[in-house]
């Protein structure tokens, strides 16, 4: 195909306006999908994403269209995920296209996470088609989202689309606007191969699949490839496009997508981002924009049943062939024994490993509450990064710590304003700016530490609004603050696990709220557990756990069976989620207890 009829587009959108619908209609209209075979959204097919309704991985489809000028267009879509954890892999599949549609819902307007996806769009200078979907509900206001989006983000909305991707409207004009509207990719043909990597996938048969749009040049089955940022090279044996299945070719030009497939091991030997050259005919430098997946949060994960560490072990190895930004490594642990430390983007990233771990490898984890990165210049000058508050130097050896901080934008429906600001300021949160927007809604933006981000901001964000408001998160630095290790102890043990850093003036607060959260949740012994919290060597709160009373269980014997039962289901599920601390028996909750303190 000549790249003057090739149309390189993604979709950008907030979560449940449409985007996957909207794809169908597209692989549908063209042809590309017959509707027999045509799954419930097809490009959204990882049992996670769909049971959360998020999109996590890139995928790219490639359609053909007759056009109303009679002539044949090749248009590649290239999904993107739709979560701030996933923002590089994003912006590396924006750059692959030359344009976006931006999908609103009409009901509903503009989102956090759509400006930032914009944003990022405008940067790399894609030409955006807005469309107004789901205008067939009877909430539907397309006139006053297209004045919020020419508001915020300052779009031409003239050319905007109404639709409904629900009821297959406006899906012609779509395709003719993504002809008509979006420019062909250059054509630079004739220039010396680079190729833009924005997703891979490990497929245990052939190794590592590589998804990447062909930018300069061209590229060839059994071509010998250099990838220019990881160093490594590879024969190519599998060259195809995506129609949406695999379908070989034997050449790709400048302009177009594809998947390649050349016994590469493992992602990170093909990271997102990386550009991909040939052996004989290097490219002089690389496409711009590489970066390194950076993790950003971390957490210890230890199998409950030690005999589980090497299980463990086998299944982070499988799932960081098929996640680049996954790290891990050995922790021993004084109360958890063996297990590992673990990095992630986000949040999000880290449950979907979590619970990856558990269902696809039937791992018992006791996982302990996430941590930032914290760095700390020691009083001999050195530079230490800390992703585990156990590790933290004495203060006798510190001389300052800082932590990160992100830029926190949030939208929300004006009557919430107050609790989120509310909220903004208990997590430490310094106040940047808020704009009324039409319709009584409003921008907030904040700088917080990460670290309060990572608890439970957004849970909290979401039910102080009734799940209307949305935000968006991007680190902006390291910044020195007064914090401190708090420690916590069970029978007179220090629990390494359970060391947290804090702010110096929330100390008291979280320490005397961490030991009664503990007594809540630490189940009764036979014998009395004190719980202490400490700073230091001083105590600076004190609960304890009585002790069982023989005939509490006596009692259930004697007469109420169902309160007996009760008791022992209580007990065997308990069971499958405690770790011996010492003699005591720890529930998971109670290693996630720092993030359910209000
Ligand atoms: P995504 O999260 O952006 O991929 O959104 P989905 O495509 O999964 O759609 C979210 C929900 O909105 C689903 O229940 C869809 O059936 C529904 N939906 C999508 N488009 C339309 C539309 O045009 N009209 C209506 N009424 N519902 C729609
Ligand atoms: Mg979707």
Known sequence: VPAVRIRNFCIIAHIDHGKSTLADRLLQATGTVEDRQMKEQFLDNMDLERERGITIKLQAARMNYTAKDGQQYVLNLIDTPGHVDFSYEVSRSLVACEGALLVVDASQGVEAQTLANVYLALESNLEIIPVLNKIDLPGAEPERVIGEIEEIIGLDCSGAILASAKEGIGINEILEAVVERIPPPPNTINERLRALIFDSYYDSYRGVIVYFRVMDGTVKKGDRIHLMASGKEFEIDELGVLSPTQKQVDELHAGEVGYLGA????VADARVGDTITLSKAKAESPLPGYAEANPMVFCGMFPIDADQFEDLREALEKLELNDAALHYEPETSSAMGFGFRCGFLGLLHMEIVQERLEREYNLDLIITAPSVIYKVITVKGEELY??????LPSPNDREKIEEPYVQVEMITPETYVGSLMELSQNRRGIFKDMKYLAQGRTTLTYELPLAEVVTDFFDQMKSRSRGYASMEYHIIGYR?????????????????????????????????????????????????????????????????????????????????ISRKK??????????KRMKS???????QEAFMAVLRLD
């Open 566 to 575: 009760k008791l022992l289901q209580k007990q065997a599920k308990g069971k």
């Open 480 to 560: 020195e603050n007064p914090l401190v290790k708090l420690d916590i102890m069970i029978n007179g043990d220090p629990v390494d696990s359970l060391a947290m850093i804090v702010h110096r003036d929330k100390a008291y607060n979280v320490g005397r709220a961490m030991a009664e959260k503990l007594k809540e949740l630490i189940p009764r012994h036979q014998f009395k557990v004190p719980i202490q919290a400490s700073i230091g060597s001083k105590v600076i709160a004190s609960e304890h756990i009585p002790a069982l009373r023989k005939d509490v269980l006596a009692k259930c014997y004697g007469g109420d």
């Open 581 to 587: 601390v010492g003699t005591v028996d720890v529930p």
């Open 263 to 266: 016994a590469i091991k493992a």
């Open 386 to 391: 800390i992703d585990n508050p156990s590790r």
